[in-house]
């Protein structure tokens, strides 16, 4: 027990030594190495903090939405609607809604323009307020207080005064939003007082969902009822797919770093060849120089996957991650810059490990048993 | 005691290019002697030191060490009595540069598992008997040409072997450093060691602490005395 | 096939197993055919040198394999919010038919490349090679068995397709369901107690016992692969439940969740090496071994044993913790 320890301890002493010998040797290796961990690290970091962020978003809103469709498009809902739905059992409050889009050729981006709901006190905007976005604010130079004019695309003019600017707690969804008053809203777009654009369902009990959602379709049969389930899958889904899809056209280069580890350990230069010889002559076993070549192995693993992760981790909570945000984002004009939390789990972890330093180690099997297996009597050849 | 029956060791077997550099060897080494192996080069000696060495496998024929037949032995095996039974002095010394002397003495122990500071003083104990305990940390290759051979000699004695093999030793070695290795070598034949060199060297072949001479040419044992 | 990148990562070393034991029993072919120690010729020199190799990436690949069991568990909780109805693994593993198939096949492998390793590690202190006829042609076992869960994987894989409606763990481990899972979950949690610390206590008893008794070492095998299906059927019936503090939730993945403090990998870890181990034991012990290497063998059957056995100790400890804490009585 304890002269397999010394021995272990010996080999790792040895390894550590060898590779401070040769510092040259490993250092491009370990720099490519660093930078595919930090490469597959940023997109998966980078596709989980926005699932999160999704997640957290569709938390807090509705349970089920409900639209009204007209030939299998989105249609404006009325206020029988609304009516319609009142007396539903199992529903806690029904809010309808009022949002649109708008094209802004000068700033040449989109917003969401939406009315606060009356439960949600804390955007309440008065007439002539607006609370912006943080990706608005930036594109206009807003600050609370300034000016934000807006025209519609019937050439409605649209002036009002930035009350505040939302935090970016949840940037991704609010970046382009802009709040205003329901008057100022229905002025605007020029539409009539009962209509709006779709109704909110909250219940009572989360279980009872589905079943709200098929008795609510009896009452309006002319709507659909999307659930909140059925949105976290889409987006589930939708973000999941493009993070493996950037990982898949990672693939290429996860191969190339493979062969260039192969490569690598393969091609010893003379001086190594000649110190393995030696090691097996004076009394090495093929197991012995295995184990230290492998654990040579696993400190270029170690360091080059701590930095890289570590890498992939700033960069995706200082610079957004700047590299790969368009590709997983979606596409936008507006692209929130707010600080991601990329919170590292072991399944994350675990998976950027399969990624990467499973590959690694097992390009250099190969080479490093050919090594091992050198004849200790070469040497004396 | 070594024992060799009819050890062969062929090269590049069944290829065009197959040589047999040892054929059908039947030799005893006693313990306690001085033996060396002379020949010109390409008779076969080398090869022959490696394969009582245990450095390499004979193609056929058997080896005894102390009674304990070693060939067909798995390869770990072979290695724990490699380590137990040989020490070895190459010709080019074969340190590694870049370690200090202590660190390659140490080197052949590391497999054994013994604790690190019992390694250090051990070879530290080995390179003050051979002069060299003010060379200790210094690094290999800033070593002169008869220093780096004392460590390699103290090197081949850190796992305490009964035998000391040595290829050619005095290659390169001026007329004062082979008598300082012939010294040596009657140090280590008094404490009991066997020695084994390989030599076309006269020098060695004609020193008188010499108890066997073994000639061979062309693969083959021609003359073994006595 | 969802673009998922856990599922990447998981077909990658799937993959990857499947290539390196592909070769390794190509050579195991190679080996049985030619294998003579007592020859020193260079194409048994080659082949002895080979075994290193084989040696090593089975060792890779079963660190790979035990890594990729538990993501495959872990990454079938996490993507329940793709399927309709799906709350767990479970219900991930349900939404396509070789979804189970899988999980079993993985766990196979972890079972068979723990005992080809253990096996793989006496033979190597043994001074004649005195398992390694029986270790290779092992290997023409193990290398199929990877390639099918390989193959398994890819389907499900392949298969997966969001929106899927699936069943959960509340249908599969309903105690009311016709299925095996229904049986176990209505299993009385005091028989599955009882009936999980009687072969926990034959288990360690033989696995303390099995350094001295050859047959006792032979018993071990079939004795720990009883305890672990008692083992998972007690998980289901009885310590689950208590976990939940819920009689009636049985799901045997549920405890892997965070929500649980992930105490599952703490229960199941010992116990999957406690098994792999007595296995290992059973069939090194049944092996006929040479005289020569007979001590040796002997030794290693025992410390194999022996790990089974602290094993099985520690799944009894860490189950019997976990009712203990629970704030539920299952049992009057």
Known sequence: MRAAFERRRHLVDFAVGSLARHPTKNLGL??????????????????????????AMLSSGPEITAQAMVMGRHDM???????????????????????????????????????????????????????????????????????????????????????????????????????????????????????WTDVAITVTNPREVTTVAEKAALKLPRHRFVTRADMSRTAEALFSWREGLTLALLAGALVAFAILAFDKASGLSAEERREIGILKAIGWETGDVIALKLVEGGLVSGVAFLVGVIGAWAHVRFFAAGLFAP?????????????????????EIATLAALTVAPFTAAILVPVWRTATADPDAVMR | MITLEQVTKVFNQGRHNEVAAVRGVDLTIGDGRVTVLRGPSGSGKTTLLTVIGCLARPTTGRIRIDGEMVSGLPERFLNEVRRRTFG????????????????????????????????????EGLLDRFG??????????????????????????????????????????????????????????????????????????????????????????????? | MIFHPPILALIGASGLSAVVLGGAGLFAGRLLAGWDPTNGSERQIGLEKTTHLVSTVVAFV??????????????????????????????????????????????????????????????????????????????????PLVLAEAGFELAYFLDLKADTITSCCGKLFGEDKPALGGDLAALDPRVALWAL??????????????????????????????????????????????????????????ILKREYGHVGFALYLPLFVATGAGLAAAIVAALPGTTTSRATIRTAIGGLAKTSAIGFTLFGAIAAALVWRSGLALIG
């Open chain 1, 77 to 195: 809902s009325t206020s029988a609607d609304v009516a319609a739905l009142k007396g539903l059992r199992g529903v806690r409050r029904i809010e309808p809604r009022l949002w649109g889009y708008l094209w802004d050729s000068a700033g040449a981006a989109n917003y969401t323009l939406m009315v606060p709901p009356p439960s949600d006190a804390a955007h309440a905007v008065g007439k002539g307020e607006a609370i912006v976005g943080e990706g608005v604010a930036r594109a206009r130079k807003l600050k609370p207080g300034a000016m934000l004019f807006l025209v519609s695309p019937s050439g409605k003019f649209l002036k009002t005064r930035v009350k505040s600017i939302l935090s970016s707690d949840s940037a991704l969804v609010s970046s382009d939003l802009v709040l205003v008053e329901e008057a100022d809203f229905r002025a605007f777009f020029e539409l009539p007082a009962d209509v």
């Open chain 3, 62 to 143: 079963l660190t790979l394999e035990a890594a990729s069991l538990v993501l495959f568990a872990f990454n079938a909780d996490r993507m329940a919010p793709l399927f309709v109805g799906a709350m767990c693994a479970v219900g991930t593993l349900n939404a396509s038919v070789w979804g189970f198939p899988t999980l079993w096949a993985k766990i196979a492998v972890f079972f068979a490349a723990f005992v080809w390793l253990a096996v793989d590690r006496v033979d190597l202190r043994a001074r004649d090679w005195a398992l390694i006829r029986p270790k290779y042609a092992g290997l023409l076992i193990l290398a």
């Open chain 2, 88 to 123: 070895f002095v190459f010709q080019r010394f074969n340190l590694i540069r870049g370690l200090s002397a202590r660190d390659n003495v140490m080197l052949p122990a590391y497999p054994t598992g013994r604790p690190h500071r019992a390694l250090i003083d051990q070879a």
């Open chain 1, 327 to 347: 590709v997983l984002e979606g596409w936008s004009t507006l692209y929130p810059r707010f600080p991601l939390a990329p919170s590292i789990d072991a399944l």
């Open chain 1, 30 to 55: 370990v720099v490519t190495y660093a930078l595919v961990v930090f490469l597959v690290g940023s997109v998966m970091l980078y596709g989980s903090a926005i699932r999160r962020e999704a997640a």
């Open chain 2, 132 to 226: 060299l305990a003010d060379r200790a940390s210094l690094s290999v290759e800033h070593l002169s040409g008869g220093e780096a051979q004392r460590v390699a000699i103290a090197r081949a004695l850190i796992n305490d072997p009964a035998v000391i093999v040595a290829d050619e030793p005095t290659a390169s070695l001026d007329g004062e450093r082979v008598a300082q290795f012939l010294a040596i070598a009657e140090d280590l034949k008094r404490a009991g060691k066997t020695v084994l060199i390989t030599s076309h060297d006269p020098r060695i072949t004609a020193a008188p602490l010499v108890d066997a001479l073994v000639t061979m040419a062309d693969g083959r044992i021609v003359e073994a005395s006595p």
């Open chain 3, 197 to 254: 610390g009687a072969a926990l206590v034959a288990a360690i008893g033989l696995g303390f016992g099995a350094r001295r008794r050859r047959w006792a070492a032979v018993a071990l095998g079939p004795v720990a692969l009883a305890a672990f299906g008692v083992a998972i059927a007690a998980v289901i019936s009885a310590i689950a439940p208590y976990v939940y503090e819920q009689p009636h939730h049985h799901c045997p993945f549920c």
